[in-house]
């Protein structure tokens, strides 16, 4: 099996190159592999002690970053390395200020694993929340180096617990230990032999956590909020932005709203300001201006969108009409906000249950939206209530940073 899957790699990888000549995201995934070993013989020398840290992209990079910082502070005489796969992580996290070295992980040949992992020799690895890749942990388990897997979680209908499933299980064998969100991932792993298992939580409620202790304010939003309810649209998509536009068009003049859409693309935006019948302001045209005689503030860059929900009265958090499914929930929840989400969340375990415990809401329809924001709008005691109710969940779920480094 390990020789076939070897076979399709290197096919895939000529497939990419193919598709590098028609897709800008896939010529960054194929352009900036071919500076990883440049990037780390400048970086990292023979005589370093490393610690390697693996995102599939964004969200798990946020996901690992608070135990990235207390590994930091554990490990000072440790370099540390952090590895994606995905363009749209590493091309936002690239000069990140907490690795040695960041860079693209290269496909899952033997030769790359080999050649990554003499280039950075480390003593400790981390694998965030999922991606299993063979040849690497293969590899890491012949040089006997501590291999972990962190927030990690497990769903019944992953090729691991299927009967076809056991060159993925081999792959899991390869882990020393495996911290995981909750009891359904403990006991899918038991099913197959597993016990070298804990159940530490989710490392974003740290993150989240965290982010209060920070200084989040932002003068130019200040002036733009001006004292009014202040609905944060986040992580939009288009089908999000359909319903939305209709219900801007016909808000009260009392009611602001600051746009952050997942895709900044200019085309995107100035379709998406062209939409909108309020006076509409872009974060790229802010200076020189009044931000307080506008209604609609569309931010057209990204990195603070965090900050942003801290001015949130309410929180529309996108993605919950596409696939996956929604969002980020837990930035707005950390900061007391009473959420508002679209339908498709069942795979997210913290949007599950902040919708059962009804600090979040979800809607399918433009009647439901409307019916949801109005209300929202015009009762403060339930913005209160529903806010307290995300905050204090948020609260209630930290800790699995410091469960991690106990247990390594």
């Known amino acids: 099996m390990l020789f076939l899957y070897n076979l399709i790699l290197v096919f895939a990888s000529q497939v990419v190159k193919l598709l590098a000549i028609f897709s800008p995201k896939m010529k960054l995934f194929v352009d900036g592999r071919k500076e ?4 780390l013989q400048k970086k990292i020398t023979s005589n370093d002690k490393t610690i390697w840290f693996h995102a599939a992209s964004l969200g798990e990079y946020e996901q690992g970053l608070p135990v990235i910082e207390k590994i930091k502070i554990k490990y000072p005489n440790h370099k540390i390395v952090i590895s994606f796969f995905s363009p749209s992580g590493y091309e936002v996290r690239k000069n990140n200020t907490f690795a040695d070295a960041t860079v693209y992980l290269p496909l899952d040949t033997k030769t790359n694993a080999k050649k990554f992992l003499q280039a950075i020799h480390p003593e400790l690895v981390f694998f965030i929340k999922y991606e299993y890749w063979p040849n690497y942990l293969n590899e890491l388990q012949k040089l006997n180096i501590k291999t972990y897997l962190i927030s990690g979680i497990f769903r019944e209908n992953q090729a691991f617990f299927k009967g076809y499933g056991g060159f ?11 911290f995981v ?23 974003r409620f740290d993150r989240v956590v965290s982010i209060l202790e920070k200084d989040n304010s932002l003068d130019f939003i200040e002036q733009f909020k001006d004292h009014k309810t202040t609905i944060v649209i986040g992580s939009s998509w288009p089908k999000d932005e359909n319903l ?3 219900y801007i068009n016909n808000a009260s003049d009392n009611v602001k709203f600051i746009i952050a859409p997942h895709n900044i693309k200019s085309e995107q935006i100035l379709e998406l300001k062209k939409s909108i019948v309020k006076k509409t302001i872009l974060f790229s045209n802010r200076e020189n201006q009044n931000l307080s005689e506008f209604s609609v503030f569309i931010i057209d860059t990204i990195g603070i969108l965090t900050k942003i929900y801290s001015y949130a009265d309410i929180a529309y958090v996108g993605g919950g009409f596409g696939n996956p499914g929604v969002h980020n929930i837990l930035e707005p929840a950390t900061f007391g906000v009473p959420i508002v989400i679209g339908p498709n969340y069942s795979h997210f375990a913290e949007a599950t249950a902040l919708v059962h415990q009804q600090g979040c809401i979800s809607i399918s329809n433009l009647n439901g ?13 339930i913005r209160h209530e529903k806010g307290h109710i995300c905050a204090t969940f948020v609260q209630m779920n930290k800790g699995a940073t410091e469960i991690i480094l106990k247990n390594i």
């Open 244 to 246: 939305l536009v209709n």
């Open 36 to 39: 990883v070993f440049t990037i």
């Open 369 to 381: 939206l409307t019916d949801t924001l109005d209300n929202l709008i015009s009762n403060e005691d």
């Open 181 to 203: 969100q909750n009891e359904s991932s403990k006991k899918l792993l038991q099913s197959i032999g597993f016990n070298n298992i804990k159940i530490s939580g989710d490392t």
């Open 168 to 178: 993925y299980r081999n792959a899991l064998k390869t882990f020393d230990y495996f």
